[in-house]
């Protein structure tokens, strides 16, 4: 992983009620992800681009190796960057421990 910020995206679309869809993240080893996800038992969908699965609470997760992104300089507003996402849960152990 590339020490400093790194680009990170959103994308807003239209729907009738406010809901994340999915959270993408940059995994360096699709098949290192693969063997640690069956090591772990959890299920997932594999395409040539991406893993998909769901964490114990439901919420669609995508794992892909690194993309080539645009250099954020030419932004007229680059700043500030993506540092986290937070979820909500009513069982934060049982997700802790997944």
Same mark, same amino acid.
């Given at each position: 992983m590339a020490a400093g910020p *790194?680009? %990170?995206?959103?994308e807003f679309q239209p729907g009738p009620e406010p809901a994340l869809l999915c959270t993408v993240y &940059?995994? &360096?080893d699709l098949q290192e !992800? %693969?063997?640690r996800l069956e090591a772990a038992g959890i299920a997932y969908e594999e395409s $040539? #681009?991406?893993?998909?699965? #769901?964490?114990v609470e439901g919420?669609?997760?995508? /794992?892909?190796?690194?993309? &080539? *992104?645009?250099?954020? !300089?030419?932004? !007229? =507003? $680059?700043? $500030? =960057? /993506?540092?986290? *996402? +937070? =979820? +909500? +849960?009513?069982?934060p152990v049982t997700v802790a421990d997944w």
């Open positions: *790194v680009p %990170c995206f959103l &940059e995994v &360096e !992800a %693969c063997g $040539p #681009e991406d893993l998909a699965l #769901e964490d919420r669609r997760l995508m /794992l892909q190796p690194p993309q &080539e *992104v645009p250099d954020p !300089a030419p932004l !007229a =507003y $680059p700043g $500030p =960057y /993506l540092q986290h *996402v +937070t =979820y +909500t +849960t009513r069982d």
